[in-house]
């Protein structure tokens, strides 16, 4: 079948306006015939409705069909990607996916930019798991994934994937969670040199603009873009990496990460979503460093008012990253940063020690 640019563009397009940030993180490359891809849309707009049964449904059915292509399915797996461990809030079925996602990276007869999406998602997969360890061995275990491992370094680890990705196809996606991991990775990396924080610092900032300009052409070519969740995942990103880069070297960054922060805060209150708690927590960390506490404080106080407001179920993932980061890390910069905040903040504190309480640890 002939494949047209246009329709590429296309499909593009209605990826982007569903607004699902793994399905819409695909980067289609050569030329595609969105109507060939129907049914994967529909898997889509299942998840964007809410209708995590029907969107399962409809990726089951692709996968076990024998006459979808190989590029099909591998587009249903990154459909589908994250929603079925998160409705079973099972650690088997994440697993699971981790080792599907590897198997389209592998397979050298679906085409590029679909393969760099899977390895730009397995990249995310260990903070989506909310940092659980066995998710973390599963991602880089085999070649080439063992290559990409930086031992006891998920951020170092993360980077390597994200540029491998990006070196395979390029996408705002890749580029900036490579960006944010060489920035995390300044900070969580212990006894580095003055010429070793110098390296982080300018792949974090080269990565950056090479998600600014990949931005670009995704907000020319599709109007719809900076509405979609795809949208928000770069801008949540991209204040981060701001911020990390103020406190690594100053001047532009610390002019200009509150406005990021406060804008992406606004952003998705546009969207009549809520601000996770482990972004405002990052952004926390940064205002510290900034010697700002007062404004460290007002963040904290609404991530104690999100664990209050929903029980703890809303916020779980953010619950269970804390507490595997303080078994796998107890003395990484993430805890010790979480103790000077508590110290600061008795709310905060309190609420840390409520949380231990709802066994965020809790995994099938």
Do not use: C, W
Not at 104 to 127: F, K, M, P, Q
Not at 206 to 232: C, G, V
């Amino acid at each position: 079948m002939h494949r047209t640019t246009n329709l590429v563009k296309i499909l593009v397009a209605i990826l982007i306006a569903v607004g699902v940030v793994y399905a819409a993180s695909i980067f289609l490359s050569g030329s595609r015939d969105y109507v060939e891809y129907h049914d994967v849309l529909n898997i889509v707009s299942s998840r964007t409705s809410g209708d995590a049964g029907a969107a399962i449904a409809e990726y089951r059915a692709i996968t076990a069909d024998e006459t979808r292509s190989a590029d099909e399915k591998a587009l249903a797996e990154i459909a589908v990607a994250g929603l079925i461990p998160t409705v079973s809030n099972a650690k088997s079925d994440r697993l699971t996916e981790v080792r599907k996602l590897k198997a389209i990276v592998l397979d050298e007869t679906i085409s590029a930019d679909i393969r760099a999406a899977a390895l730009s998602i397995l990249g995310l997969e260990y903070n989506y798991s909310s940092a659980t360890p066995e998710v973390f061995t599963e991602v880089y275990s085999g070649a080439p994934f063992d290559s990409y491992l930086v031992k006891d370094n998920p951020e170092l680890s993360q980077l390597n994937i994200e540029q491998a990705s990006y070196q395979l196809y390029p996408s705002t996606v890749a580029a900036i969670a490579a960006a944010q991991a060489a920035a995390e990775a300044y900070f969580s990396t212990p006894n580095l040199s003055e010429q070793q924080k110098a390296q982080y610092v300018a792949i974090a900032e080269d990565y950056l603009k090479k998600a600014d300009a990949a931005f670009l052409i995704d907000a020319d070519d599709n109007r719809s873009y900076t509405e979609s969740s795809r949208y928000r995942t770069y801008r949540e990103y991209r204040a981060g990496v701001t911020g990390r880069l103020a406190i690594a070297k100053g001047t532009p960054y610390i002019e200009q990460y509150r406005k990021e922060y406060e804008d992406y805060f606004a952003f998705v209150a546009s969207m009549n979503n809520q601000v996770a708690p482990g972004v405002r927590l990052q952004y926390a960390r940064i205002l510290m460093a900034d010697k700002d506490t007062e404004a460290a404080k007002a963040q904290l106080a609404l991530i104690v008012q999100s664990i209050d407001a929903y029980k703890g179920q809303a916020v779980m993932p953010f619950l269970r990253f804390l507490y595997n980061e303080e078994v796998a890390r107890p003395n990484g910069v993430v805890i010790s940063d979480v103790k000077k905040l508590a110290a600061i903040s008795p709310e905060f504190k309190a609420a840390m020690l409520k949380a231990k309480a709802m066994n965020p640890q809790n995994q099938n």
